[in-house]
């Protein structure tokens, strides 16, 4: 079964400090790993697509990597408004997107 | 060119009864997948619509049921509401059912009382 899994659950950031978003995943076959922002009450913002181990991409703050077995998502001196939760997710084999439970990711001040 | 829309935003049921959540897809988009989310977890797939039809359905029951509209607009139907249905239902579209990467919209945020 295909499964992702990200940690921490949770992180609280003071403005500045750099930190990782980790992601794991068990899918067969993998076709890409995604990276979503989600603010609440609104829908998942697409941010990232890897495709193969040693892919990095970026945007502003925020650098996507990616190995065979888990990718990252690194936040260089976060500000406030980066806080969101962060979505991982992979395609099935039917092509349908597995989603992580996100990281809640606070940057405070 | 307009994103997905999605409504209505906010929706109270009670349980037993029945919902239809409506969805217009992004502009020269064919398809459409259903997500529903729970508070703290992440988006579940529901089903995918392409071209009208059903192009994969997650684990969900034969309550959840769909269709797709020739313009691409997209119904999510839930009959015989249960409590745990309250989550934020989200619509996505994709320019083609082999493109994984997903446009959503805000959602509709279904209460079951």
């Known amino acids: 079964e295909d499964q992702v899994t990200q940690s921490p659950e949770a992180l609280r950031l003071q403005e500045g400090e750099s930190s990782s978003l980790n992601c794991s995943y068990t899918?067969?076959?993998?076709?890409?790993l995604f990276w979503y922002r989600q603010d609440p009450g609104k829908g998942p913002e697409f941010l990232f697509t890897?495709?193969?181990a040693g892919e990095e991409k970026e945007k502003e703050r925020l650098k996507a990597t990616l190995t065979k077995k888990e990718s990252f998502l690194h936040i260089t001196a976060p500000k406030p408004e980066d806080s969101a939760t962060y979505l991982c997710?992979?395609?099935?084999?039917?092509?349908?997107?597995?989603f992580g439970s996100g990281t809640q990711l606070t940057v405070l001040p | 060119e307009t994103g997905v829309t999605q409504s209505p935003t906010h929706l109270i049921k009670t349980r037993g009864q029945q919902v239809t959540l409506r969805c217009s897809s992004q502009s020269g988009h064919n398809t459409v997948s259903w997500y529903q989310q729970a508070l703290g977890q992440g988006p579940q797939f529901i089903f995918q619509y392409y071209r009208e039809e059903e192009n994969g359905r997650g684990n969900f029951p034969p309550r959840f049921s769909g269709l797709q509209f020739p313009n691409y607009s997209s119904e999510l139907n839930v009959n015989a509401l249960e409590l745990d249905d309250s989550a934020l239902y989200l619509c996505a579209s994709s320019p083609d059912r082999r493109r994984e990467k997903l446009f959503f919209g805000s959602g509709t945020q279904l209460s079951v009382l």
């Open positions: 997710a992979a395609p099935g084999a039917a092509r349908q997107l597995t």
């Open positions: 899918v067969s076959g993998l076709r890409g």
């Open positions: 890897l495709y193969s």
